[in-house]
């Protein structure tokens, strides 16, 4: 047994994962672009989560682009059976590294095959579309036109499961006369939790929820009641932001992304971190003081 499996698991895409997976993203190299500073210490990262018992990993092909899913192809091909990969459509990447979207049928399919070549699989488990009317947050808008595509390419056999990112309960409901909506995946932590609602009816149905930058992202999380409960609780401020994720509600998957060995040993030992109530109280009023 390890570490990581005492912060249970939960069903995505009809399979058991941990709740405690990895992300890819900053596997790439700076704003999420070009290669690797350090291209041996990504392959050791991805080695590393998966020995430690991590069978969710996130990535995307636009992800360097398709610098993450080659680096996992080199690190983990052959996958192991209970290995989850979960990857993104719906941009592209600027020369300039600007995220533009990519939602013609022709961009679609094209970023499902670039997928399937650069991890080395012949089907995907899990595909997020990703919607782009505002990069930087969920924006009404209807998916219907690039959802059906994904569910055209599912029919084909060539996805598994669908899921949306950056998305809103009305696209949601509208996902979901198209196909099954097997995950959520928002923008959501201690500080930004406009979610909740969404977060509690999606447990009721069942359905996962993953959070990106469960840690703020590229502004990483801090206030001073974060780092006194963590002085108090003999952890660092970022494994009691994700254990406060894993507490919120048990549809909760998190990816927490590094490219650091010991960074990541440091975000899986947050299974084994129990936050005592006094300590959950003040970290949910947080997002109270930062709105």
Known sequence: MSIIDQAGSFNLGGRSVKRLGYGAMQLAGPGVFGPPRNHGAALA??????????NHIDTSDFYGPHVTNQIIREALHPYRDDLVIVTKIGARRGTDGSWIPAFSREELTQAVH?????????????????????????AEGSIEAPLT??????????????????????????????????????????AYRADDEL?????????????????????????????????????????????????????????????????????????????????????????????
Do not use: K
């Not at 990262?45 to 991590?54: D, K, N, P, T």
């Not at 409901?173 to 909506?181: Q, S």
């Open 199 to 291: 977060i509690d009816d999606l447990a009721r149905e069942g359905t996962a929820y993953v959070p990106f930058f469960p840690l703020g992202g590229f502004t990483p999380l801090q206030s001073s009641t974060l780092s006194d409960v963590a002085a108090r609780l003999d952890a660092t401020p970022m494994q009691v932001a994700l254990a406060w994720l894993l507490r919120r509600a048990e549809n909760i998957l998190l990816i927490p992304g590094t490219s650091s060995v010991g960074h990541l040993r440091e975000n899986l030992a947050t299974a084994s971190l129990a936050l005592p109530d006094d300590a959950v109280w003040e970290l949910n009023r947080m997002a109270d003081i930062a709105a």
């Open 114 to 138: 670039d997928n399937l070549r650069n991890l080395g699989l012949d089907v995907l488990d899990v595909v997020n579309l990703r919607i782009m009317f505002d990069v930087h947050g969920p």
């Open 45 to 54: 990262v991805l080695r590393e989560a998966v020995e430690s018992g991590v």
């Open 149 to 190: 595509v994904l569910a055209d390419l599912q029919r084909q056999g060539l996805v598994r499961h669908v899921g949306l990112s950056n998305a809103t309960s009305r696209q949601i409901a509208e996902g979901r006369r198209i196909t099954e909506i097997v995950c959520v995946q928002n923008q959501y932590n201690l």
